[in-house]
């Protein structure tokens, strides 16, 4: 159903990290976020920047951190996992490519485990 691939967030020359780049294509871009204020900003950051180098080579890009949190804020909307799961499904279904980013924590994340 979907290519995986893990990206090492230390990369700071992202090119060919996608196999194929397919202007048809989506991409899901996961990190783990849960943390502390700070690991949230920081990830937050991380992620959007990461996105951004995507999507400059021409990369679809659909990352759940980027998305939802801002809206999750303005809204008054609830910040947790569950709230978010049947969400980030259906946007998964669009998807043909999903990218982990590697930071801290990855491994063990529930979000990075679900998706």
């Not at 669009?94 to 930071?103: E, P, Q, T």
Request: include cysteine.
């Amino acid at each position: 159903m979907f290519s995986y691939r893990l990206l090492d967030y230390s990369e700071s020359d992202t090119n060919n990290i996608i196999a194929g780049k397919d202007h048809n294509e989506l991409i899901y871009l996961a990190i783990p976020f849960s943390g502390t204020i700070e690991e949230m900003k920081y990830r937050f950051d991380l992620v959007n920047g990461i996105a951004a180098k995507l999507m400059q080579q021409g990369y679809y890009v659909f990352s759940p951190i980027s998305h939802c949190y801002p809206i999750s804020l303005n809204g008054d909307l609830p910040k947790d996992d569950l709230y978010w799961k049947g969400y980030d499904r259906k946007m998964m279904s669009f998807c043909s490519k999903i990218a982990v980013v590697m930071v801290n924590g990855w491994r063990d994340s529930k979000g990075i485990k679900r998706e």
